[in-house]
């Protein structure tokens, strides 16, 4: 005697679909269409930025800003073209001493305090938002859950679809930026996806 689906150990019944509310229907829009459009289109803020090699270019490239707007009746998309300069970010935008850098790039061991860095406040990739440098360093802290570039690298794709530069055999530099606003979390950055307030500022 067969068994009736519905006794069948693991299987769930099929529930009634559920209305989904503009609002969710456009957050998971704007992540699918944003996810789908890199490494072609990068999220950087508000903006979508061009190109694969976005983070290692220093002139204009092309952006554009994608807004997504859905009611009960419709869905618009627009799209507005605009060019930017997003330029690799360099250590002495955050106001840190000459003698200071010289240092850093000769030890590997070298740590960059707080005290150290006059232009502390930064934007990190991909949202921009705002947070403060604690220190600079070569090494990734022991309590970050990833362990080599490599796996910035991987989480970076496949969470954002963003491909972050090669390691070109420089020594690789990360930032431990502090942020106010998500519990006052302390979180590991590579300067490669972090730009001084100022920097930004006068572009």
Known sequence: MGASPNNVSGVRPVEDPQRVIPVILQNCLSYSLTARLAPAWNKTGHLLVQGREFLSQRGKQSAIVLNINVTET???LSIDACTIRLPPPELREFGI???????????KNAVIEGHSILNKWCYVLPSMKMGKIVCILHTIPPDCPFHSYEDFQMHWDNLYGY????DCGDIEIYCSIYFKMIGGKILTYPLRTTWSRHSLAAL
Do not use: A, G
């Open 74 to 76: 419709q869905v618009c």
């Open 163 to 166: 491909k972050l530069p090669e």
């Open 97 to 107: 001493s000459p003698s200071i850098i010289k240092d850093f790039d000769n030890h």
